[in-house]
Each structure stands twice: as structure tokens, then as C-alpha cells.
């Protein structure tokens, strides 16, 4: 079983339209939670940081079920510019520093 | 803050040559920087985490002979890929931690194409 896994998509939305992704990692010790934005030929970018009583900013919910271990983009009237990969990242648990990456999860907003 | 770079940010070299990406935090020091590497539509691949001042801890699979990596100082980290082949063509990337913050931030990267 992969450390952290998504839903590669890709997911088609319209414009305006509500998306959620989740994100399951293995490791129960894991204790930091991320999730990056990577267009295409560029580097990842940091989208928000999770924490355990959810977040939000903006358009954009991060939720973290410790439970079930899994992590939630949810984002809200959806935009054009939008359109990326989302990588989730979780941090291997017994090294707070070192992060393991989902494989992404591919959205295309169309007008 | 926290921006990162990361040069060169193409090469294209000849098989059998090396290779030096050089990897900066500009406005942070980063005790903690970690090299990856990814390829077409595929995940980033965690290669090694490099500390400064010490070695760094390469992941299961990734030959440090051919990987070479210095992290001298707080702010630079540079990754030599020695002997370059085809194969070695794909998109590096650093990335950086702030200290005493866990979420990391990239470099540009660098796309390395090995003829």
C-alpha cells in the first residue's frame, strides 16, 4: 500500500461548480498535513497547511479525519484558474521534516 | 518569504557528464533541504534529505555514488548527478523548510535532459 494515495482523476468541473478531493495516508503517526498546488512543468506550491480542526481560506476547506486517515480539499465556485494537479503530503511519522507526496489529483475547470 | 531557487533551471548535457543543480533559500535558513525528482505525469520522488553538515539520507533505491549531494551551509544544497545518462533525464527539484515549520517550499526546479 502506497504511504499516501489519491484519486488521480482527472475531475471535469464547471466553472462555479464545488470539488472535493480526499487523500488516505497509512501512517498513523503521522502529525503534519499539506496540500500543494503543481501546474504543469512548474514546481509544487504550497496551497495551505491542514490542521486538526480544519481550515479554511478563502474558497478553499482543508479537512484532516485522524480516524479514517485521510485529508480534504474541498473548493468552493470553482474558477478557471483553478485548473492544476493537487498534491497531497504527509509527513513520514517518525520524521516530522520529511514529507511524502500523493501521486496528484488532476482538475480541469471548463468555462 | 520563504522563496527558494534553484539553478540551472534547464541543462541538456551529453551522457558520461556531470551535472551540478545548485539549490538556495533566499530569505530563510533551511537546516533541512530535500531533493526530488519527477517525470512526466508521474509523482514526485523523494531522492534524499540533505542536512547541513552532515551526509545526506538517501531514499531506498537511489545510488548516492551517482547522486552526490552537499548541503554546505544554511541557505545552499547541491545535487551532482555524476555520469549522466538518458535515463538520469527528468525534472529536479529542491525543496526547503523553514525552521521550526514542516511544510516545505520549492524551487523552480531544474530540467535536466541527458543526450
Known amino acids: 500500500r502506497k504511504e499516501v494515495e489519491q484519486d488521480p482523476g482527472p475531475f471535469n468541473v464547471p466553472e462555479g461548480a464545488t470539488v472535493a478531493f480526499n487523500c488516505t495516508y497509512s501512517n498513523s503517526a503521522s502529525q503534519s498535513f499539506f496540500w500543494y498546488r503543481q501546474d504543469c512543468r512548474k514546481e509544487p506550491k504550497l496551497l495551505m497547511s491542514?490542521?486538526?480542526s480544519g481550515n479554511e481560506d478563502g474558497r478553499f476547506t482543508a479537512q484532516l479525519n485522524r480516524a479514517s486517515q485521510y485529508i480534504s480539499l474541498l473548493i468552493r465556485d470553482s474558477k478557471l484558474s483553478d485548473s492544476a494537479t493537487y498534491l497531497c503530503a504527509v509527513n513520514r511519522g517518525s520524521s516530522a521534516s520529511k514529507i511524502i507526496f500523493g501521486s496528484g489529483t488532476r482538475l480541469s475547470i471548463r468555462p | 518569504g520563504a522563496v527558494v531557487s534553484q539553478h540551472p533551471s534547464r541543462v541538456i548535457c551529453k551522457s558520461g557528464t556531470s551535472v551540478k543543480i545548485e539549490c538556495r533559500s533566499l530569505d530563510f535558513q533551511a537546516t533541512t533541504m530535500f531533493w526530488y525528482r519527477q517525470f512526466p505525469k508521474q509523482s514526485l520522488m523523494l531522492m534524499a534529505t540533505?542536512?547541513?553538515?552532515?551526509?545526506?539520507?538517501?531514499e531506498q533505491g537511489v545510488e548516492k555514488d551517482k547522486f552526490l549531494i552537499n548541503h554546505a551551509s544554511l541557505t545552499l544544497s547541491t545535487l551532482t548527478v555524476t555520469s549522466a545518462h538518458p535515463e538520469d533525464s527528468s525534472f529536479y527539484i529542491c525543496?526547503?523548510?523553514?525552521?521550526?515549520?514542516?511544510?516545505?517550499?520549492f524551487g523552480p526546479g531544474t530540467r535536466l535532459t541527458v543526450t
Open positions: 525543496s526547503a523548510t523553514d525552521r521550526g515549520y514542516y511544510a516545505q517550499y
Open positions: 491542514v490542521y486538526s
Open positions: 540533505s542536512n547541513e553538515g552532515s551526509k545526506a539520507t538517501y
